[in-house]
């Protein structure tokens, strides 16, 4: 990836920023740890010149000028870090293990800094930084009691490097995880990118790679994947639905205008021409009826239908359905069984609702036949508590196999070849915008022998207060 790109990429100006606020808060944090340290280092020095000044006062009040002459020289021998001087009036060194008094004017409470010459073990002489505490004593004699505090510096200086090492570290290892992390989210982008190109032109199988890692990137992966199922599916419909519109629209509508047209070209009688003309508003209503049930699924698919959604009496519009339908049964020697809980409400549209019972009654009674006890189909409508409610429509025919079960919902789709049977092959692919429509799932199930279709509805329905009432 260009070095320019991976840069302009939002991913890494991201990590920039996070590193911006993770340097500043780790940047407080250390200077807080530091000002501790050495705030502590600095206060005990303080506190141990304080503690040595007041003792040798002491010592003078309790011993006179000369206990204070002894301690301080007692004292200037031990061989830890501790400066010690004590001067008369003339300026005399009366005793300590500093030489001269440091030429330093003295700051708050007293304290002086000054640098001093230290015998190393070698016979050398070193420069020290040392920190002191002048007193005014009686007899005009001074006295200075101070540290060296040389180690204290070096020991600040190790803590200042490490802390500006750490630092450094921070944003080294901050810019350079900020670029691995922006490369390999910008290789997955341009991955989607990439497969984005090749299905515009016209690879319309590809699918984005999907990395296992189940983070956002995957999950976005998925979602495109799906749509892009979806989106194939429905071109692939729409060629099948061209295919099928050429056939189930073409032959009506030709022969619609030979039977015209034969009609026109010899003479006729009257009662030939009404027959003529019969015939013609009967196949020009089976193609209206095709249009409209497009137009049906169009409105379903598209959720326009959704203004129209109210609380219908799900039971009385399967009774209904029935009641229309049971003269078609009785002529089709077939029985009609209902198995309705009454007084069942769900919020819905009420027109295709009852479209949707009345496509899988006329497609069961169509298809229903074969047993030995003789044909049959059954409709129920079922409560499912907080869930919803269920419609199911079965019969004893020859049903659908399992492989055709997902493309019979298309449309224009017919499992007979010979397209003999009436229908234009829309009544599934109805009940399934339907059933979408309304947030359901439409299941097509083996009811050995026959098929059995199984709409539920989800979650808005509910009984009308007088039933829940009686019970």
């Known amino acids: 990836m260009p070095q320019n790109k991976l840069l302009s990429t939002t991913t890494f100006r991201l990590a920039l920023v996070y590193l911006a606020l993770f340097l500043a808060s780790a940047s407080a944090l250390l200077g807080y740890l530091y000002w501790n340290t050495a705030g502590f280092l600095a206060r005990q020095t303080e506190a141990t010149v304080q503690a040595e000044t007041t003792a040798l006062v002491t010592q003078l009040d309790e011993s006179g000028r000369a206990g204070l002459v002894l301690a301080v020289i007692t004292k200037a021998r031990d061989p830890r870090q501790n400066l010690y001087l004590l001067e008369d009036t003339n300026g005399e060194k ?72 750490a630092v450094a570290a921070m944003i080294v290892l901050g810019i350079v995880g900020g670029a691995i992390i922006s490369r390999n989210v910008v290789a997955r982008i341009d991955d989607i990118n990439r497969t984005a190109k090749d299905i515009m032109g016209g690879e319309l199988s590809r699918r984005i790679p999907v990395s296992g890692a189940g ?11 799906d749509m892009l199922d979806q989106i194939e599916r429905l071109m692939s419909g729409m060629r099948q639905v061209t ?31 009404t027959e003529a003309l019969e015939r ?26 959704r203004d129209g959604m109210a609380w219908v009496d799900l039971s009385a519009l399967a009774q209904d359905a029935a009641e229309l339908y049971e003269p078609v049964a009785d002529e089709a020697g077939l029985s009609l069984t209902l198995d309705i809980e009454p007084e069942l409400e769900y919020r819905g549209h009420r027109e295709l609702l009852a479209q949707a019972i009345a496509n899988l009654l006329d497609n069961a009674i169509k298809h229903a036949g074969g047993a030995a006890g003789g044909s049959a189909v059954q ?34 789709v017919r499992l007979e ?49 007088s039933e829940m009432a009686a019970e």
């Open 94 to 165: 009366l005793g300590g293990n500093l030489d001269v008094w440091p030429d330093a004017q003295p700051g708050d409470g007293g304290w002086i800094s000054f640098d001093y010459g230290r015998r190393t073990v070698e016979g050398e002489i070193e420069t020290h930084e040392a920190q002191a505490i002048a007193t005014r004593l009686p007899d005009d004699m001074r006295l200075l009691v101070g540290q060296d505090i040389e180690e204290r510096r070096r020991l600040e200086a190790q803590i200042t490097n490490a802390l500006a090492w």
């Open 417 to 465: 070849q010979s397209r003999n049977t009436p229908g234009s092959g829309l009544g599934l692919s109805l009940v399934s915008a339907v059933t979408r429509l309304h947030g359901g799932d439409l299941r097509l199930e083996d009811n050995q022998p026959g098929l059995r279709v199984v709409i539920s509805l989800a979650r808005r329905a509910r009984r009308r207060p």
């Open 243 to 273: 295919d099928n519109i050429a056939h189930d629209l073409r032959s009506p509508l030709n022969r619609l205008r030979n039977r015209l047209e034969v009609t026109l070209m010899k003479p006729a009688t009257q009662e030939e021409y």
């Open 379 to 412: 409709l129920s409508v079922k409560s499912r508590g907080m869930l919803g409610a269920e419609v199911t429509v079965a019969d004893n025919g020859p049903g659908v196999g399992i492989d055709d079960r997902e493309r019979v919902l298309g449309r224009f």
């Open 215 to 225: 983070d956002e990137i995957d999950q976005l992966a998925e979602n495109l994947n």
């Open 280 to 305: 013609s508003i009967f196949e020009a209503d089976e193609l209206l009826g095709t249009f409209n049930a497009l137009l049906l699924i169009a409105r379903a698919e598209a959720g326009a239908a």
